[in-house]
């Protein structure tokens, strides 16, 4: 951990598997003294609890009936003092999943579940994205958190393990964020919220019924000066929701999103520029103005309805607009090759897609079952434009067109999921997915030194997955989970050859996996929960980054890649007032080969047994909640997580660090307003730490710091009229 000595000491952040260790006891004797169920004697088991979730088998399933490890994390309590800034707020009190805030929003946060996805440079890659139900990922693999509207959301679902194969291609894990429906008596509703750095937030929304229509409609606009220089941002996000009952003829849902984001881009610091200052820019941000700007609108659709005979219809339609231009640090030298495609990046992408599916209801051999069955559309056609970054001796502006190209992917999935409860403490899930990618490029910019890069591939997989629970009681549950998965390089890995020639790197191949999961799931009376998961993943043509330098990433595939591990979850009612939470996260995440292309290289850096670069083999995350009955609250948070690599040679590292935040508010009651202020700190000690980190950055440039103690204060606000 570094300390405000500047000292540096590489060693893992290890308080999280003693403090666990310590807490399980508790937790038992705990829940030993809960009321005892009768559930020992009862045929079938029956669990009324909260949280329903929709997501590993597509039926309307509380979390504890489904074998795998999924979380839904809510949203809505008006006590919350979150910022809702950004969803990594929420998800690192999730297992498994390491979300950091990178402090630069040119970038958005780095994500990834169970070590997929920690490869990503910008955006979110090996890990699906849902709003609504409409995907945030598009066909390729490649996403963003960007458009979540946190205000409007009732949760945040978050899927582990090989049940997220069955959302097709790169499917690590799942995330799907869902805006509420809307209430009676109608709400308006207002946060305002500002802290250091010169962060403010403003929200406003409102959601309500009238007659046979339900609506939830939410603004909001976040600015920041940065905690670092030449990092100034500023986020608008949008969300509307309209929900119609249309009688017998079922229920239909219009959904609108948008997003407007422009960020300076800061980029990362070599370890003597973090040492020497770690608020300052990298050097070439400043020269060339390292920019970003993001605007996306999109709309969708979905109907539900009755088929007869237990079966129900869903279909869903969604399109929409994502143009972004971003300005690099590519050094004028370098463009001056008649294949570079500048330094200057400009994408305009119309993106439509289409899911259909039959689920049912009934019986087999006199048992329940579930049965789905369905198809998916998707397809992305992107105008990608390419620009010097200069014009004469003027740095950081669009210059000469140097890259002029249609690249088009989409996909087409068939999927079949059933549930059957084939014995009354036994229950059983299975699934397979056929996916189709097809990826397409026309090239428009042809010279004598350009030549034609036009071309085109395929990728096709067919994952199965399976499931296995065991009702020990009505308040302990165990499963087994297998299936298989795939992940395709993303059109961003794809863009640039590793030998320099122009054109794509079709010669990547998809990435294919075999995961498997064993778990446990305790509930008992009062709220409290234990979920304990051990899990591994084999992954063949693993993916990895190939070089990270002057703006643009290349990739190849290595080898053979696994990762191993535990999670466990802890909610415990401690109290009257008091309540625990913890979520603990045990990885080990490594290289078993190199691929025969890799063994030849000269400079190839994988060699076997070598740590995947940007996953940390521990992470903590625990709170302590306390909540009076005269409306204060107040809360304790530790996130702990250990060191990293940086690089696939392993040739350096981030030390690990740990980091202390508290929180107070309360609730008052004014006529038929409840105003709720609250007040945190981040990062209560003080403490310099590397926040994030961008693997395999070819100057070296791999550390993003994190930002010292950060005060915010803000005021939530729920209007609702009483008769």
């Not at 839904?72 to 009190?93: C, F, H, K, M």
């Not at 998707?378 to 105008?383: E, G, I, R, S, Y």
């Not at 699934?431 to 071309?455: C, I, K, Q, W, Y």
Request: glycine share 12%; aromatic share 8%.
């Amino acid at each position: 951990m570094r300390r405000r000595s500047g000292k540096i000491t590489q060693g893992s952040a290890h308080p999280g598997l003693a403090l666990l260790v310590a807490l399980a006891p508790l937790a038992a004797a705990h829940a030993a003294a809960a009321p005892a169920s009768a559930g020992s004697a009862a045929p079938v088991p029956t669990v009324e609890l909260p949280g329903i979730v929709v997501t590993a088998t597509r039926q309307a399933r509380p979390a504890f009936a489904v074998p795998a490890a999924i979380d839904a994390v809510q949203l809505g309590r008006i006590q919350r003092t979150t910022a809702d800034i950004n969803p990594s707020e929420y998800l690192r009190q999730v297992p498994g999943v390491l979300a950091r805030d990178r402090q630069n929003y040119a970038q958005d946060e780095q994500v990834s579940i169970r070590g997929f996805g920690s490869r990503a440079t910008f955006g979110v890659r090996g890990v699906r994205l849902y709003v609504d139900g409409i995907p945030a990922t598009m066909p390729d693999g490649q996403g963003q958190l960007s458009n979540f509207s946190l205000g409007a959301a009732s949760r945040i679902e978050v899927l582990r393990g090989p049940f997220s194969a069955l959302y097709g291609n790169s499917s690590g894990g799942v995330i799907q964020i869902f805006t509420a429906d809307g209430t009676d008596p109608p709400q308006w509703r207002a946060m305002l919220g500002t802290g250091r750095h010169g962060a403010r937030r403003l929200e406003l929304g409102a959601r309500g019924i009238v007659g046979s229509y339900g609506y939830n409609v939410d603004a909001s606009r976040f600015r920041t000066d940065g905690f670092r220089r030449h990092s100034r941002a500023r986020r608008d996000n949008g969300n509307a929701k309209l929900k119609v009952d249309l009688g017998y003829a079922g229920h239909l849902t219009l959904l609108a999103n948008s997003v407007v984001v422009k960020a300076l881009d800061p980029k990362g610091l070599t370890r003597a520029e973090y040492h020497a200052d770690p608020r300052q820019a990298a050097p070439s941000a400043l020269t060339y103005d390292t920019r970003k700007s993001v605007r996306q609108n999109q709309g969708g659709a979905i109907w539900q309805g009755d088929s007869g005979g237990g079966g129900q219809w869903r279909v869903l339609g969604y399109a929409g607009h994502r143009a972004i231009v971003q300005f690099l640090s590519v050094p004028v030298a370098a463009q001056a090759d008649p294949l570079s495609s500048g330094g200057v990046i400009d994408l305009a992408s119309d993106y439509a897609g289409a899911d259909a599916r039959w689920s049912w209801h009934g019986d087999l051999a006199g048992r329940p079952l579930d049965f789905t069955i369905g198809a998916s559309w998707d397809n992305q056609d992107q105008h990608r434009l390419g620009y010097d970054n200069f014009v004469g001796p003027l740095l950081g502006v669009r210059g000469a067109l140097r890259r002029d190209e249609i690249d088009t992917v989409s996909d087409f999935d068939q999927y079949a999921q059933a549930s059957w409860d084939f014995a009354p403490r036994w229950s059983a899930t299975a699934g397979l997915r056929h996916s189709e990618v097809h990826f397409d490029v026309d090239d428009h910019h042809v010279t004598m030194r350009n030549p034609d890069a036009s071309s085109g591939k395929d990728y096709s997989a067919s994952d199965p997955v399976f499931g296995l629970m065991f009702r020990a009681s009505d308040d302990w549950h165990l499963y087994a989970a297998w299936g298989h998965g795939f992940e395709t390089p993303t059109f961003s890995e794809l863009s640039y050859r590793s030998d320099g020639a122009t054109g794509l790197n079709f010669d990547l191949r998809a990435a294919r996996s075999d995961n498997l999961e064993v778990g446990s799931k305790w509930r008992w009376g009062d709220g409290g929960k234990l979920d304990i998961a051990l899990f591994r993943a084999r992954t063949r043509d693993a993916l990895a980054v190939y070089s990270n330098d002057n703006g643009r990433s290349t990739y190849s595939n290595v080898g053979r890649a696994r990762r191993r591990g535990a999670e466990l979850e802890l909610h415990l009612p401690l109290a009257v007032h008091w309540r625990l939470q913890a979520a603990y996260t045990f990885l080990d995440a490594r290289f078993r080969s190199t691929s025969s292309e890799c063994a030849r290289a000269a400079d190839c850096a994988i060699r076997p047994g070598a740590r995947i670069p940007g996953v940390p083999r521990q992470a903590l995350n625990a709170s302590l909640h306390w909540r009076a009955g005269n409306g204060w609250h107040a809360a304790l948070a530790l996130s702990a997580i250990g060191n990293v690599v940086v690089d696939d040679a392993n040739s350096a590292g981030a030390p690990g660090y740990a980091l202390l935040d508290a929180s107070l508010g309360y609730i008052g009651h004014l006529g038929d307003a409840t105003v709720a202020p609250f007040l945190r700190i981040d990062n209560l000690a003080d403490r310099r730490y590397i926040g994030s980190v961008i693997v395999n950055e070819g100057n070296g440039r791999y550390f993003e710091p994190g930002p010292g103690r950060a005060l915010f204060v803000g005021c939530r606000i729920r209007f609702a009229a009483r008769d």
